[in-house]
């Protein structure tokens, strides 16, 4: 019975460290996961920045082409008649 009992305490001992082993490796996952969303919310926040600055030139882009064009038709001769 000795045996036994001294059986079942060891592999009692092995299953507490293996899941401390597990808790250890959980908590270093999370800290992973956690630094990850970071660096995801952190690329959005860029991507958003991006897209204003693309918003920003298209709409620069889109007014020297009016104003270019009102230029353009202002000219006499050029675009409409006299």
Known sequence: ?????NGARGT?????????EMRK???DSAKGLEALGQE???GIELMAGIEEITERSR???????IEG???FFALPGK????
């Open 59 to 65: 709409l620069i882009a889109f007014n020297m082409a």
């Open 25 to 27: 490796h959980d908590r």
């Open 12 to 20: 009692m001992a092995r299953v507490r460290a293996a899941l401390t």
């Open 79 to 82: 675009g409409k008649p006299d």
């Open 40 to 42: 995801l919310k952190s």
């Open 1 to 5: 019975m000795s045996a036994l009992a």
């Open 69 to 71: 064009a009102s230029f």
